[in-house]
């Protein structure tokens, strides 16, 4: 566990990141080379670990990495970490792992065998229906149909808080993404999971991504940051970069919107 202290670590580490061994663009040791040009002082890879629960229907096996490969990751991210690391730099290693109440327990345990530096809990699907693929999933649902899945979304993520398993929450108010829900409405579903992640010690992300989607802003909402900061939660940012291009997009907007939300770092 790398063990985040309040206000969190700052603007030049970033540990949520994918390579195309998930559904980024770019080979880990590119991810990895852009990250040390840029100037980060400690990069994590987070490729997507998904492991769904036995009987169901998910199939993720378009953007998750294959399971199998995962002996290759590793092998791959201690190759570069000996060739990358300095006084200036430590590559980290890392997974985005999906949470799901049947089976979180053991697909936690399942990786203690491996020497990660931590893991992301994350929850990209509500029941069987995925959170974050595609607008085109969203378009033409009821308002019943939306309240559904943003109540399963928060009751897992609350869950996955509660678990204590994760070093840091990924991408909060996810369902927010494509525009297609009223996130304030579920500005005290968010608070409940900021009291679950006080309780058990763990962390928050502010999730730059967000801004280049429908929603048009950072995860999580302002209004869900200054509750972070009054529980002092530590919060990481991170670019949830696809792309060697992103490592650090939007971190000086990051730390505006963290400013105004009473951190002080
Ligand atoms: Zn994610
Ligand atoms: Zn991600």
């Known amino acids: 566990m790398l063990g985040f202290t309040f206000p969190g670590p700052g603007f030049d580490v970033s540990y949520h990141n994918h390579s195309n061994m998930s559904d980024g663009a770019a080979p880990i040791e590119v991810m990895c080379r852009a990250a040390k040009a840029a100037g980060l002082r400690e990069f994590g890879m987070s490729d997507h670990w998904v492991i ?23 092998e791959k991210l ?96 996810l369902p927010k993404k494509f525009g297609m829900v009223d996130n304030a409405q579920y500005f005290a579903h968010g608070v409940r999971v900021l009291d679950a992640v006080q309780k058990t010690s763990g962390a928050i992300e502010l999730n ?38 992103h490592v650090r997009r939007n971190f000086a907007e990051a730390a505006e919107v963290l400013k105004a939300s009473g951190f002080s770092f």
């Open 52 to 74: 769904p629960p036995e009987g169901s229907t998910i199939d993720a096996s378009s953007w998750r990495m294959i399971p199998e490969r995962l002996d290759e990751y590793v």
């Open 208 to 245: 730059t991504a967000g801004w280049f989607k429908e929603c048009n802003e950072q995860y999580p909402s302002s209004a869900l940051l200054k509750e972070a900061c009054a529980r002092r939660i530590p919060v990481i940012v991170n670019a949830d970069a696809h792309h060697q291009d």
């Open 78 to 173: 201690l190759v570069l970490k000996k060739e990358l690391d300095s006084e200036n730099f430590t590559l980290r290693l890392g997974l985005e792992v999906d949470f799901f109440f049947e089976n979180h327990e053991n697909v936690v345990k399942n990786l203690e065998a491996y020497p990660l530096d931590y893991i992301i809990g994350s929850v990209h699907y509500a029941d069987t229906f995925p959170v974050d693929h595609s607008i085109n999933d969203w378009v033409g649902l009821t308002a019943d149909q939306i309240s559904a899945i943003c109540e399963n979304y928060w009751q897992k993520l609350e869950g996955a808080a509660a678990s204590g398993h994760y070093d840091f929450i990924g991408h909060l108010d």
